[in-house]
């Protein structure tokens, strides 16, 4: 059975900062992997989608990666602002989806 | 504009009091899924559906009924909801199984006293 962590669980960081949010999961047959954005109480927006012949995918200052050899999913947000504050989810697709827990990002001003 | 509808948003109930969360897409998708998501265990799939008439169970399909009836819609049924099916509760679908990209409602948040 997939399982997808997302390291760490929380992070806080200063207005400006780039900073790299973690997905790994333990099974690399994967049809695609997904990020999203979750802001509280919301539901999930997609940010980012790597089908799993693509290495990686940009829109605007996020960057996702994707190594499938090594069960790897990056999340690069690059000077990060106080509106990218929310909890940042990835999920991984085969024959079913499985979601990691999540990373709480709080951007200070 | 393509969205993942979901109602009602909010609903607070008894036990043993029969309920349905109604999700619609006007996508034209063929999957579609329900999750709930609750603080420390994350999303979890209820039910699923590949097409009209065609569902199948998730990983905590207990207590939960759905139907396929019509391809933009998809209810899930809670025929005698219990405190523990308190919880957040996330409608999406994707135009091919799981291999495409994911849109989620925007949640219906269901307290059962």
């Known amino acids: 059975k997939q399982e997808v962590t997302q390291i760490p669980a929380a992070l806080s960081v200063p207005e400006g900062e780039n900073l790299v949010l973690n997905c790994s999961f333990t099974?690399?047959?994967?049809?695609?992997l997904q990020w999203f954005r979750q802001d509280p109480g919301k539901g999930l927006t997609s940010l980012l989608l790597?089908?799993?012949?693509?290495r990686e995918q940009t829109s605007g200052r996020l960057n996702a990666s994707l190594d499938k050899s090594s069960g790897r999913s990056t999340l690069y947000i690059a000077a990060s602002q106080p509106g990218d504050s929310a909890t940042y989810l990835c999920?991984?697709?085969?024959?079913?989806?499985?979601f990691g827990a999540g990373t709480r990002l709080t951007v200070k001003p | 504009e393509a969205q993942v509808t979901q109602n009602p948003r909010y609903l607070i109930t008894v036990t043993g009091k029969k309920l349905t969360v109604t999700c619609s897409q006007n996508?034209?998708?063929?999957?579609m899924s329900w999750y709930r998501q609750d603080p420390g265990l994350g999303l979890r799939q209820i039910y699923y559906?590949?097409?009209?008439?065609?569902?199948d169970k998730g990983d905590v399909p207990e207590g939960y009924k759905v139907s396929r009836k019509e391809k933009r819609n998809f209810p899930l049924i809670l025929e005698s909801p219990s405190p523990n099916q308190t919880s957040l509760y996330f409608c999406?679908?994707?135009?091919?199984?799981?291999?495409?990209?994911?849109?989620f409602g925007e949640g219906s948040r269901l307290t059962v006293l």
């Open positions: 999406a679908s994707t135009r091919f199984s799981t291999r495409g990209e994911l849109f």
């Open positions: 099974d690399s047959a994967i049809y695609n």
């Open positions: 790597i089908q799993s012949s693509q």
């Open positions: 999920a991984v697709s085969n024959n079913d989806m499985r």
């Open positions: 996508m034209n998708h063929e999957y």
């Open positions: 559906s590949m097409n009209v008439e065609v569902t």
